[in-house]
């Protein structure tokens, strides 16, 4: 009986993999290791900055504010399931993780990825509110509704994260166990399989194409709605700042559905390895550390609640 029906027969072979990293130059190593160590020390920061100060400040008690208080939590989780492990690949000769670790990455990375994805996606429906309709901003985002916005973000999430573990689950991996990855990722875990993908790769397409395709045009329908309304504001100062604020933000969600879609949409067999994880350390690095600065930190209501906090903590 060969390798192959053997593992189909008794199940994964694989006990552990192993995790490439994203580059093999030893020279590299080290001011990699402190880039994103520092990356993650300041994604860390900011979004338990933002956290702390919303939780303290009554005025931050608005339904946009509790919506940037759910994505710094998810950005700090999710960047917590990946970065450490990433830094040990820089440190170690051999970046060992369990089968069972590595599925646990895999279903948070999934969960809290796709939970950002509709984050996002309410948050932009919050700012098209409050900019198009503000004479309905307290029905249309009361407490409830938002309550029902995060349910129904996290359910997606939830139910994503299952689809995506389960399917990989299914499938059995034999002798390989070197993932050309720096985290346990449904591509490079589909290219190790020694049985077929082809079940997991349509999965892949659809949930991944609905979480990506859906909230995009959500998204950029609101943002297209608020520069319409932003353009006949007759004041160029005021203009301006609209301006500037709205082209943040949508350069961030560029950068989050734009990595993601380069990633994810698109057939396995021509997807590089190599390629893929440099535009993943777009959602997995850089946009969870910008969004603090983005979303919130230049804003005037942030910088006031900042003041006052650490006024009350001071005297």
Sequence with gaps: MTVEKMAVKNGSLVTEFILLGIIDQPELQIPLFLLFLVT?????????TLIILIILNSHLHTPMYFFLFNLSCIDLCYSSVIIPKMLMNFMLTENVISYTGCMTQLFLFCFFVICECYVLTSMAYDRYVAICKPLLYNIALSPKVCSYLMLGSYLMGFSGAMIHTGFIL?????????????????????????????????????????????????????????????????????????????????LA?????????FMYLKPTSVVSMDEGKFSSIFYTVVVPMMNPLIYSLRNKDVKVALRKTLSRRMF
């Design 40 to 48: 993650y020390m300041i994604t860390a920061l900011g979004n338990l």
């Design 253 to 261: 969600v560029c950068m989050f559905f734009g990595s993601g879609a």
């Design 170 to 250: 299914r499938l059995t991996f034999c002798d390989r166990n070197t993932i050309n990855h720096y985290f346990c990722d449904v591509l490079p875990l589909l290219q190790l399989s020694c049985t077929s993908t082809y079940a997991s790769e349509l999965e892949l397409f659809i949930v991944t194409g609905k979480d990506i395709i859906v909230p995009t045009c959500i998204i950029f329908t609101s943002y297209g709605l608020i520069i319409f309304s932003i353009l006949k504001i007759r004041s160029t100062e005021s203009r301006s700042k609209a301006f500037n604020t709205c082209s943040s933000h949508i």
